[in-house]
């Protein structure tokens, strides 16, 4: 049994009576819900006092006779209409300027993109680089990609679905919004950073050494029901302080050029595909399987028969509905997919080599690395536009500047139409 995400929730932060721990340097949430409960606990326990006190009061001490009270009182009707509107009037007044303020992110905001898709994440960042699975200290399994922040800025989400209606909540920072598809949804946030509860951990740099930062880290959910899977749409948040925040932003886009593409596939597969398309056979009923797939000629498809080769994969991934794949009784699997635009070619090349190391009809070519392609996903020495798809030592591309970007600036807008994350490629 697969216990990466049973281990995730195990690592959700621990329940409490009241909310949990503030870490939004922008929440105006906690105080309006506590000036509710206190108003309804007020309330309580002033018509709770009444009744105990008028059924003792005025009890009934005769059988015979008919109790004769009160029909009308202006004065008293007045003051319980008057007073609960007056303070329902202060409740609409507070949350409307609530809203308006989580409705209304800064002109200096950061920028990330959101894509939801069944059943997982995408964070994209303005220099164009999305989050990457990270690996669970407990099982040393993959886990899905998370969210990563800096402190004290103020942070915009531009939120898409890929399928289905999804939503995110980040209870820490006391938000939450629906990502639609179809359309595209904002919301915003500025954390703070905790010194006490921050962890240390390490990552590389563009020297081929690691740096140490301290990070917070929190809950992000899913809390729109969206399948059968729902509850693997749990990932992390981690906020830095903003110097740290520099030395990962300026390291994310690095992969270890040394890294077999059999192993890049595996990963990506084990965080974005493996819920539907297994590598055993399993579920072929409802998605094909990857087993024994790659080289199949003749395979079945809604555009007729065609030859699982690289050509097929790349378009598949790129372009799910071009060519639907058949099922083995007749039909199709239908068009469930979505697209994978943030894949870069590169990655796509890592998922064809771990396709042919699950096949029997291919043999995948172990001793091929990361740092053997160029941006576009071919093979150095292979293509004429070698030298321009070069990027300095290991094929890795240049890391702009540490500085996060402005979102006011053209490279630190998010892009809505999910093209940031092409300007590699189209620098090759």
């Known amino acids: 049994m697969d216990t990466t995400y049973l281990n995730l929730l195990a690592e959700v932060q621990p329940q409490s009576t009241w909310f949990p721990i503030d870490a939004s340097a922008s929440n105006q949430v906690d105080s309006l819900a506590y000036f509710i409960l206190v108003i309804c606990g007020i309330f309580l326990v002033f018509n709770a006092g009444l009744m105990v006190f008028f059924a003792m009061r005025y009890r009934q001490q005769k059988k015979e006779g008919v109790a004769v009270g009160a029909t009308h009182n202006t004065a008293l009707e007045v ?3 008057v007073i609960p509107a007056f303070i329902l009037a202060i409740i609409f007044i507070w949350g409307f300027r609530g809203f308006l303020h989580q409705s209304t992110p800064p002109e200096n905001s950061y920028d990330i993109m959101v894509t939801g898709y069944k059943w997982g994440w995408d964070f994209t960042y303005p220099n164009g680089a999305n989050s990457k699975a990270e690996t669970d200290p407990e099982s040393g399994k993959a886990m899905a990609p998370a969210l990563h922040v800096p402190a004290y800025q103020p942070v915009r989400l531009t939120l898409q679905s890929n399928d289905v209606l999804h939503s995110v909540f980040i209870k820490q ?16 946030f500025e954390a703070h950073y905790d010194e006490a509860t921050a962890e240390k951990t390490t990552i590389p740099t563009k020297e081929g050494g690691t740096v140490t930062v301290s990070r917070n880290v929190y809950d992000l959910f899913c809390t729109e029901y969206c399948g059968q899977n729902h509850s693997m749409m749990l990932t992390k948040v981690y906020v830095y302080q903003p110097e740290d925040y520099e030395k990962w932003y300026a390291s994310m886009t ?8 059999v192993k890049l ?3 990506i597969w084990s965080t974005q595909c493996k819920s539907c398309h297994s590598i055993d ?6 998605f094909p399987s990857w087993q024994n797939l790659y080289g199949t000629t003749g ?7 065609v030859d699982v080769d690289d050509a097929y994969i790349y378009e598949s991934i790129r372009n799910p509905s071009a060519k639907l794949a058949g099922k083995a009784g007749g039909g199709t699997y239908g068009n469930n997919m979505a697209a994978f635009p943030n894949l870069t070619d590169r990655e796509v090349r890592g998922i064809i080599e771990f396709m042919k190391s699950v096949s029997d009809k291919a043999k995948a070519d172990e001793g091929l690395t990361y740092g053997d392609l160029n941006l576009d996903g071919t093979l150095k020495g292979e293509s004429e536009g070698e030298e321009g798809g070069e990027a300095g030592e290991g094929d890795t591309p240049e890391t702009p500047e540490a500085d996060i970007p402005e979102a006011d600036t053209p490279d630190g807008q998010a892009d809505p139409e999910g093209q940031t994350n092409q300007a590699a490629n189209a620098a090759d």
């Open 79 to 81: 003051t319980w209409s």
């Open 265 to 267: 596939g595996e990963t």
């Open 254 to 261: 690095l992969v270890d050029p040394t890294t077999p593409l």
């Open 173 to 188: 920072l006391r938000v939450k919004k629906d990502v639609v598809p179809g359309r595209f949804n904002q919301m915003w």
């Open 281 to 286: 056979g399993s579920g072929a009923a409802n």
């Open 299 to 305: 395979h079945a498809t809604s555009a007729g028969p």
